[in-house]
């Protein structure tokens, strides 16, 4: 059994596989400073509802991009499950090149969607994550990671919308109703600017890549708006919202798990 943490600037997703299959997939709102005794009272009680225990969990690996919320998630799988995790770092064996300036400067989640989708899907490729930014991240054929984009995410910009304008709401992020880019009142207007926008964004950006990789690129989309916005654009070939999950797991396998060189406090069994 592997615990898998994907920990981003929104939201904290734990996982476990098996080996064959996920078990159970739970995520909570990203706090820095929310202890490892909470994230374990709370990881327990859900893993106790498919009838695993903390016991079973054999490994741990970790990716985050928001290095306060570390020490926390090191101490969870320490304290809770008895196990070292590996923290997924651009120094450990990705079986790829990264073909950028610095690779430390990388965000650890684009580089396990590129391994995820590579392994999946072949290449070459585009992976576009709605996260709090939303990044394109290019793999070439060999499963090389050759770079990208950052866009300022969706949720931003309807915020950073909202604070900046005085008269203009805060907008829930959906399809407008009907297909007309005109919207007849302020809420339909902004609605129709923050989908349409974005649609004309994915494909510009998609196109401009295209002309550099080339027409046998494949897009994927994984995050959590990417089945909305899969419906107004055809320019994915697949939505897959395991992705970075699956870019742990297959990380785990690649290199070895790490021993627990900390005495354990205690280990909960129930």
């Not at 939303?134 to 950073?160: H, K, M, Q, R, W």
């Amino acid at each position: 059994m592997l615990l898998v943490v994907d920990a981003g600037n929104t939201n904290v997703v734990f996982a476990v596989h098996d080996g064959e299959k996920w078990r159970g997939v739970w995520r909570i709102t990203m706090q820095a400073q929310r202890t490892s005794d909470e994230y374990g009272v709370w990881l327990l009680a859900l893993l106790k509802t498919q009838g695993m225990t903390p016991a079973a969990i054999e490994g741990a690996v970790i990716g985050t991009v928001v290095p306060a919320a570390l020490y926390h998630l090191r101490t969870l799988c320490r304290q809770w499950f008895a196990v070292e995790p590996l923290l997924a770092s651009s120094r450990l064996d990705w079986g790829f090149a990264i073909k950028v300036d610095n690779p430390d400067e990388v965000g650890v989640d684009r580089l396990l969607n590129g391994l995820a989708a590579h392994y999946e899907y072949g290449g070459p490729l585009t992976v576009i994550d709605f996260g709090t930014a939303t990044t394109f991240d290019v793999v070439d054929g060999e499963g090389s990671y050759c770079g990208g984009v950052i866009a300022p995410g969706i949720n931003l910009s309807v915020e950073a919308l909202h604070q900046a304008a005085a008269r203009l709401p805060r907008i829930g992020i959906g399809r407008p109703v009907g297909e007309s880019a005109i919207g007849r009142n302020t809420v339909s207007a902004m609605r129709s600017g923050v989908f349409w926008g974005y649609v004309g964004l994915i494909e510009g950006i998609v196109e401009r890549i295209r002309r550099e990789v080339g027409p046998s690129m494949k897009v994927l989309a994984t995050g959590g708006l990417a089945p909305l916005f899969s419906e107004g654009t055809t320019v994915f070939d697949q939505v897959d919202s395991m992705l970075t999950l699956n870019g742990l797991r297959l990380l785990a396998g690649r290199n070895p798990l790490p021993k627990l060189t900390v005495e354990r406090d205690f280990l909960t069994e129930g």
